[in-house]
């Protein structure tokens, strides 16, 4: 047996018999995943409040979140790929190229899906907890509009560099940080669980990453959304389907609150980025018809490839 036979073994001993290598300890894994995750946190928050206390400025906002998205986002799930597995690329996917067709197609679900995502947003804002829990209610709000004054201060400004430093910050850097933690690792160390059915593992991990966002009032749309991006990852078997349709996704957002800055309207980020496409019933239900037929021929075709790619 030569070099290469030798290598090629010892690959294919650690991919395992899926998509994903073998992890022989993930709870283990998901623990330092954590574990990395608050001690950056709590040190960043430390750090920030000694040199900067509550005098944010935007151009601090933005320092704030790069760092934020390198130390407490992407650090945590390079060291917890580390640690699980020899091969730490393949268990967060980001060595498999993404095929063109696979991410238009993941962009024009995103796009059709939008008219039935702005009733689920509305109905989901709309939300009343009951009378005896209005003090948490109140909480909860002030958590949803705190969130939400500081995104559109770190995406506030009306000129052509202020688009494109949100863009690249809030779109693309978010994007590829909030995708390599919950599903290139979190959702994929659940996969690896034996036990563990990989649905369970999408929305556990989708339940999460909307939960950590702490704006309860989007919950269930930033779910769903995660959710879509958990399926991305696992039909395509690569990482960057899911963390471009992500960039896609907060990159309108703030090109739509950008525009509304440029036109003098003084809104929250969630009121500027609705499209308003119309709420009417036929229009909803056309919305969920394609979505669905897009999702069909999306699922389709990446398993098809997916499945050529791991059995040639």
């Known amino acids: 047996m030569d070099i290469k036979e030798i290598n090629s073994t010892s690959f294919n001993s650690q991919r395992g018999s899926g998509w994903l290598p073998v992890v022989n ?5 998901i623990g330092v995943l954590f574990g990395v995750f608050f001690i950056m946190l709590v040190l960043l928050s430390v750090v920030s409040s000694l040199l900067i206390g509550d005098g944010f400025t935007a151009k601090g906002m ?14 945590p799930a390079v060291v917890a790929a580390f640690v699980a597995t020899r091969l730490p690329a393949s268990l967060l996917t980001v060595n498999v190229r993404p095929r063109l067709f696979s991410i238009i197609m993941a962009i024009i679900v995103m796009l059709t899906s939008l008219p039935a995502m702005e009733l689920l947003i509305e109905w989901n804002n709309n939300l009343h907890l009951p009378e005896s829990m209005s003090g948490l209610e109140e909480s909860l709000r002030n958590m949803e ?3 939400s004054t500081g995104i559109s201060a770190l995406s506030g400004g009306n000129t052509v560099g202020d688009l494109i430093m949100g863009i690249l910050i809030i779109g693309i850097l978010t994007g590829i940080a909030e995708e390599l933690f919950f599903r290139g ?19 556990a991990a989708a339940f999460i990453f909307s939960f950590m966002h702490f704006q309860f009032f989007g919950f269930v749309p930033r779910l769903l ?9 696992w039909w395509t078997g690569s990482v960057w389907v899911p963390v471009i349709a992500h960039a ?4 309108l957002v703030v090109l739509l609150s950008w525009i509304a800055a440029r036109s003098g309207v003084a809104e929250s980020v969630e009121n500027a980025a609705a499209i308003n496409l119309g709420t009417d019933w036929y229009t909803i239900t056309l919305s969920v018809a394609v979505t669905a037929l897009g999702l069909i021929v999306l699922r389709r075709d990446a398993l098809r490839h997916r499945t050529g790619l791991y059995h040639n």
């Open 145 to 147: 509009d705190s969130a």
């Open 248 to 251: 896609f996704n907060n990159s």
């Open 225 to 233: 959304l995660g959710a879509y991006f958990g399926y991305l990852i």
């Open 62 to 75: 933005r320092i704030f979140a790069i760092v934020q998205d390198l130390l407490v986002f992407i650090l």
């Open 185 to 203: 690792a979190l959702q994929n160390l659940f996969m690896t669980m034996p036990k563990v059915k990989k649905h369970f593992a999408i929305w």
């Open 25 to 29: 300890q993930p709870l283990r894994a």
